[in-house]
């Protein structure tokens, strides 16, 4: 009998990190565009769990595509480089990961509708662990660029 419920409990707690790693999101937002055009999602993410969490991709139903990106500046010409799997964005526990104008972002390539003002856009980040993080990010328009990715 307490077997069974230690089976249980360890089943169930499973499941629950399995669906929410435990992070907080603050301020997501993406740049408004037109269909056909790119957009970035921007945010800060804590990761308030005790385990790093590591994020290898991202999931967007307004887009044909979605990459993780970089802006760095190479020369003096600013150059969106492509998360690779061999260089994850990897968020140790009580560390903050930025994405903002000018460095990091998610990527909407090829926008299957347009994204208004005031509106919002779902977007899913994937961990290496195949858990999700759903992110509802604030259509804005916001200051800085972010090179030729997004159109602004
Ligand atoms: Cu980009």
Redesign the pocket.
């Known amino acids: 009998m307490f077997l069974r419920l230690v089976c249980f409990c360890m089943l169930s707690l499973t499941s629950v990190f399995a669906s929410s790693p435990s992070v907080s999101l603050e301020k997501p937002w993406a740049r408004p565009a037109d269909i056909g055009y790119?957009s970035?999602v921007y945010l800060r993410l804590e990761n308030k769990g005790d385990a790093p969490l590591v994020i290898v991709g991202a999931l967007c139903d307004a887009s044909k595509k979605v990459?993780l990106?970089e802006?760095v500046e190479v020369e003096g010409v600013s150059k969106?480089i492509p998360m690779d799997a061999a260089h994850p964005w990897t968020v140790t526990p009580g560390e903050t990961l930025h994405l903002a104008p000018g460095g990091k972002?998610v990527?909407l390539i090829g926008l299957t509708r347009a994204l208004e003002n005031g509106e919002e856009v779902l977007v899913t980040l994937l961990t290496k662990d195949g858990d999700k993080i759903a992110v509802r990010a604030a259509i804005q328009k916001g200051a800085g660029t972010?090179?030729s990715?997004?159109g602004s």
């Open positions: 790119n970035a990459e990106h802006t969106m972002h990527m972010c090179g990715c997004c």
